[in-house]
């Protein structure tokens, strides 16, 4: 892939292309549930291992390890202090945002997302867009500030970073488009309806990834921190989340050994890019 392609192009559209790269994928994920009926519960638990797999191994790859090196180099504050500070209140900002937001996780058996008005007054179908937005809310933010983070330090190795993020994103979020839309089809929702929820939920990474970029751009200090923050964001989502729910069918073994692949692409697309 030749940089020059890229490295003219400025952040803040980079970011935005590659947030809608990742919706596009969502969307086309989603769209499956025009052709099938139903989904093998093997191939979800799998894709959703995959999934978990990808965000796990870009959180370190792409957003911790670029994170860490930056505050090495312009932090005079502890860089590991700042990572994990920055990590872990980038995890609770995923708790607070689920605290305020009523959701219902893809496959959960009694709803959690709130009082029990709000569960009458809303449709499974609503609650599960609602938690599929809130999970992609960190993966946007994730792009914008990878993008963000080229753009002040002109490192090569953070731009592929970045772009190699952007795509294990995308590529993950097909089967999230999945696990969406063929809940809400057997639910009872139309397959319009489905195909349209499990598309839109994702509109919100590229206005997260324009975002993140404009985050790193007005306070440039805190581009370590803002790093780790949005790898702490969507290490929370897997574990609460892809992970659990990858593992509540009899799939396990297969489960696990997809969220290994998943790990493996990622990697080797960041090694690859950089």
């Known amino acids: 892939m030749d940089m020059d392609l890229f490295i003219n192009i400025p952040a ?3 970011a935005l292309f590659s947030g809608l790269f ?3 994928l969502t969307s086309l994920g989603a769209s499956m549930v025009f052709f099938f009926k139903s989904i093998n519960r093997k191939i979800l638990d799998s894709a959703l291992g995959f999934a978990a797999g990808v965000m796990i191994a870009a959180s370190f790859f792409s957003l911790i390890i670029p994170g860490l090196d930056y505050a090495e180099q312009y932090n005079s504050m502890s860089p590991v202090l700042i990572i994990v500070i920055g990590f872990l209140i980038g995890a609770y900002f995923i708790v607070l945002v689920e605290k305020i937001v009523p959701h219902k996780h893809i496959f959960e058996r009694n709803s959690e997302g709130g009082s029990d008005e709000i569960r009458k007054g809303m449709k499974t ?10 999970h992609n809310i960190p993966e946007g933010l994730a792009i914008g500030v990878g993008f963000g983070a080229y ?4 490192e090569p190795s953070i731009l592929w970073g970045a772009i190699a ?3 294990g994103i995308g590529l993950q979020n097909v089967p999230e488009g999945l696990a969406i839309s063929f809940p809400m089809s057997a639910g009872g929702s139309s397959k319009k309806s489905a195909f349209f929820l499990g598309s839109v939920s994702a509109i ?5 990834a324009v975002l993140g970029v404009i985050l790193v751009f ?9 790093l780790a923050f949005a790898a702490g964001a969507m290490i929370f989502v897997v574990v609460e989340q892809l992970i659990p729910e990858s593992q509540l069918g009899q799939n396990r073994k297969l489960s696990t050994f997809s969220t290994l692949v998943g790990l493996a692409v990622m990697m080797s697309l960041d090694v690859l890019l950089s």
């Open 218 to 226: 007005a306070v440039q200090s805190i581009l370590a921190f803002a």
């Open 204 to 208: 919100v990474e590229p206005i997260a």
């Open 151 to 154: 753009s002040i330090t002109n």
């Open 165 to 167: 993020l952007a795509i």
């Open 22 to 24: 990742t919706w596009v």
């Open 12 to 14: 803040i559209w980079l």
């Open 125 to 134: 179908s609503k609650l599960l867009f609602l938690a599929m937005t809130i």
